[in-house]
């Protein structure tokens, strides 16, 4: 067997362990807002937003433009195949962004408003990132292309952005790469899924060093320095940042924050169980007022 039959078998290893066995899954929309001086949250006109798909997979939403892209499972005979849908919440529609052979994941907008990005997985098991203008036309550009092995991406700035590769045998890897180059630069290995963007262009992330006991942390990607910003909720390694710098997490049917500036904990500050019941809460993202929310 030559080199490159070995790399392959190995990548294909690596997605298995990442997206076999897609679960079934919802994702819900909420108006999503805090009000009065006690800043107190409140969720209005939820709807459930994959109500055409019940027992496929529906993950990764993400506001781009008017519209919420996100990951489902394919149409034809509930196969494990992923496509990027997006959908209009104000005028109730739904459309196939990408609808090829391969498995797309994770959209997610660039900062130039005029494209967006995904990670394709291909049949033979490479994983890249792939960039596509806005308004679908070609078939898209692979970035990194010396690296087949990115499971998921957070843009920083036009070109620079945080990359998750996957590696089982050191753990998975946190880089920062830089498009007009090339280039990536090591920051951290055992890290978490979940990659975001904060209000000062900073990265918050997830280090999963230490066993049970996984800590939030910020990087300036300009000096390379890092900063503690707190623990996590028990197995909770998805979270969004608020505008105004707070953290938002999902546990137990509830929203919590955490104000990192004030070294604060993790505060309870609504409930969705009157929507979702105990169900586990994943993947968050937040627009404005708009909240939407993967339930498992």
């Known amino acids: 067997m030559n080199s490159r039959s070995i790399i392959i078998l190995i990548l294909c290893a690596f997605s298995t362990s990442l997206w076999s066995q897609l679960p079934k899954t919802e994702i819900f929309h909420f108006n999503f807002e805090s009000t009065g001086k006690k800043k107190k949250w409140t969720i209005s006109n939820p709807k459930l937003l994959t109500f055409d798909n019940k027992n496929g997979y529906n993950n990764q939403p993400s506001f781009i433009g008017d519209e919420i892209y996100i990951t489902q499972s394919s149409y034809s005979n509930g196969g494990d195949q992923t496509d990027i849908v997006a959908l209009n919440v104000n005028n109730k529609t739904k459309s196939r962004v990408t609808q090829t052979g391969d498995n797309e994941y994770s959209p997610t907008a660039h900062p130039d408003g005029q494209s967006f990005s995904v990670i394709k997985q291909y049949k033979d098991g490479r994983q890249h990132l792939v960039k596509y203008a806005m308004d679908r036309k070609g078939k898209g550009k692979i970035l990194f292309s010396k690296h087949s092995n990115i499971g998921y991406h957070c843009w920083l700035t036009s070109t ?137």
């Open 160 to 296: 620079k952005v945080a990359l998750f590769l996957v590696d089982e045998a050191k753990g998975h890897r946190l880089v920062i790469g830089d498009t007009q180059t090339g280039a990536i630069k090591h920051v951290a290995f055992n890290v978490g899924r979940c990659l975001k963007k904060s209000p000062n262009g900073n990265l918050i992330y997830l280090d999963k060093e230490i066993e049970g006991n996984w800590r939030l942390k910020t990087l300036k990607p300009e000096t390379g320095q890092t900063i503690l910003l707190g623990q996590t909720l028990t197995d909770e390694e998805d979270f969004e940042v608020l505008p105004n710098g707070y953290i938002i997490t999902g546990h137990m049917g509830n929203i919590y924050r955490l104000e990192p500036e004030n070294g604060s904990e993790w505060v309870p500050i609504v409930s969705l169980k009157s929507f979702i019941k105990n169900k586990k809460i994943s993947r968050i993202a937040v627009k404005d007022n708009q909240l939407a929310l993967v339930v498992e």
